[in-house]
C-alpha cells in the first residue's frame, strides 16, 4: 500500500527481456535501504525487489505487468518516480494507492497557468465511471487531484516542488502514462454493477 508522495527519482541502468518476464536494475538514493522482498511503487507499479548492491536495486515484471502498464516502454537512462511501501501510523498524506495500475494513458497537453503546469491527460472511456471532479487519481505514481474531467480526459495541476522533484519535469505531450483510478470508487462501481445484475 501507498499513498503517491513521490520519496526520490531513479534511473534505470538496464533492461534484461527474459521469456515472458523483463528485469530491470535501478539506480537510486533509495535502493541501499531497501531489502529483497520489499515493495516499491516504480512510476506507481508496485514491484518486489529481487536483489540489491549498493546504490542499485533489481525488480521482476511479468507479462500481465508489462500488458498493462507503461514498463514495456522503459528504457535505460530513463528516470522513474521511487516510493516504500506506507508505514502503519504515518500521516496518509496522499491518498491510498495499490500500486495496481488500471490502464495506461496518454498525455495530451501541457500548459502553464499562475505559475503551476497543468497536464491532461486521456484514457479508455471504459473507466470514465472511476473519474471524478476534484477526485483523487495516481498518475506514474503521483497523487493527484483531477479537474476538468471528460468522458475520456481529465487535467492535472503540478505545483513547482512536485515538476522538479518527480518525473513530471520529464514527461512529454504524447508519451504513455500509468493510471491508477481511486480504490474507493473502484469498489463503489463494483458494487452498483452488482445490483444491477
Not at 497557468?113 to 487519481?137: C, H, I, M, T, Y
Not at 504524447?174 to 493510471?179: A, C, H, Q, R
Request: net charge negative; proline share 2%; with cysteine.
Amino acid at each position: 500500500m501507498f499513498t503517491g508522495i513521490i520519496e526520490t527519482t531513479g534511473v534505470i541502468l538496464s533492461v534484461e527481456p527474459d521469456n515472458q518476464l523483463t528485469h530491470f536494475s535501478i539506480k537510486s538514493t533509495l535502493s541501499q535501504e531497501l531489502k529483497v522482498d520489499q515493495s516499491v511503487a516504480h512510476d506507481g507499479v508496485c514491484l518486489t525487489v529481487t536483489a540489491t548492491e549498493r546504490d542499485t536495486h533489481r525488480v521482476t515484471a511479468v507479462a500481465e505487468t508489462l500488458s498493462k502498464t507503461n514498463l514495456n516502454t522503459w528504457k535505460a537512462g530513463q528516470s522513474i518516480n521511487l516510493e516504500r511501501a506506507m508505514k502503519m501510523g504515518d500521516r496518509l498524506d496522499g491518498h491510498i494507492v495499490q500500486g495496481h495500475v488500471d490502464t495506461c494513458g496518454r498525455c495530451t497537453q501541457i500548459y502553464t497557468e499562475e505559475g503551476n503546469r497543468l497536464f491532461q491527460f486521456a484514457f479508455d472511456r471504459d473507466f470514465a465511471p472511476l473519474v471524478v471532479e476534484k477526485g483523487s487519481v495516481c498518475v506514474n505514481g503521483v497523487s493527484l487531484t483531477a479537474f476538468a474531467v471528460t468522458g475520456n480526459t481529465f487535467t492535472v495541476s503540478i505545483i513547482p516542488y512536485t515538476f522538479t522533484h518527480t518525473t513530471f519535469e520529464t514527461l512529454n505531450v504524447g508519451m504513455p502514462v500509468n493510471i491508477e483510478f481511486d480504490l474507493i470508487g473502484k469498489y463503489l462501481l463494483r458494487n452498483l454493477q452488482l445490483q444491477q445484475q
